[in-house]
């Protein structure tokens, strides 16, 4: 399986820019990649929210898999977070 260069905040965080930015879902820029990369960290507030929501499993998931891993796996992401340094662009919201 892959794994990321890039945190899972802000993965969500781009997400949440392009499609906030991006004419392919409700902005105007039709090629938004730059101002995402610009922009991202702006949503990193809602980016957080998302991810304290997803610390508990739905039943669905929950059947799929280890539920205390998946929860241990949001913390670490979480704790990436809270351990980052201030100043660094990814926190500052």
Known sequence: MPVSSLTLLER?????????LS???KGD??????EVDE???EYVGDALAILHT??????AMAAAGDPDMWERMVEAALAVERDR????GS???
């Open 91 to 93: 926190n500052d919201n």
């Open 85 to 88: 340094p201030a100043g660094d």
């Open 23 to 25: 004419g392919n879902a």
């Open 12 to 20: 969500i965080a781009r997400v949440l820019a392009g499609r906030e």
């Open 39 to 41: 922009r991202w960290h």
């Open 29 to 34: 820029d039709l090629s938004a990649g730059a």
């Open 54 to 59: 997803l610390r508990e499993p739905d039943r």
